[in-house]
């Protein structure tokens, strides 16, 4: 999991090519905006910035990443809207070092965005990471108890 998390991390596909993302940077972050980013991936164990709201997503991306969690059974987390600031929408682009919203943290660490989440949802990983969080996914709940009732 680490490996693709790192390749996805430092790596984005444009046409045929990878490309680092630091080329894709497009400003340094102030002390202050760092710090304040720094405090809101810290504030629960699971943070999205996204376009919308939970209960409204407004970008199909960020849509499909709430109903993975909701899927687990994922309720308590933060969002924020980065349409509210755009300051917020461009410095977590910088503070990642990932281009596009929505951005997903896992304990205060980046695991990237929609595409990522789906690739662990779809593999099953995610299960494994929402446990190192003491979080069981409802999924997972759901597989035991149908395997009780065979």
């Known amino acids: 999991m680490s490996v693709l998390r790192n390749l996805t991390r430092n790596y984005t596909i444009a046409s045929t090519f990878l490309i ?6 497009t400003s340094a972050l102030s ?4 710090q304040r980013l ?29 109903q993975i969690l909701k899927m687990h059974g994922v309720e308590d987390y ?5 349409l509210e600031e755009n300051e917020i929408r461009e410095g977590v682009k910088s503070f990642s070092n990932w281009p596009t919203i929505p951005q997903v943290y896992f304990k205060g660490e980046f695991i990237g965005g929609c595409d990522v989440l789906l690739q662990m949802h779809q593999s099953g990983d995610i299960v494994e990471e929402l446990q190192k969080l003491g979080i069981k996914s409802k999924l997972l709940t759901q597989a035991e108890n149908e395997a009780k009732k065979d």
């Open 20 to 25: 680092p993302l630091r080329a894709c940077s």
């Open 31 to 34: 002390s202050e905006l760092r």
């Open 38 to 66: 720094s405090d809101m991936v810290a504030a629960k164990d699971i943070v999205i910035f996204m376009k919308g709201v939970p209960t409204a997503p407004q970008c199909g991306f960020s849509n499909a990443v709430v």
């Open 78 to 82: 933060n969002a924020h809207n980065v």
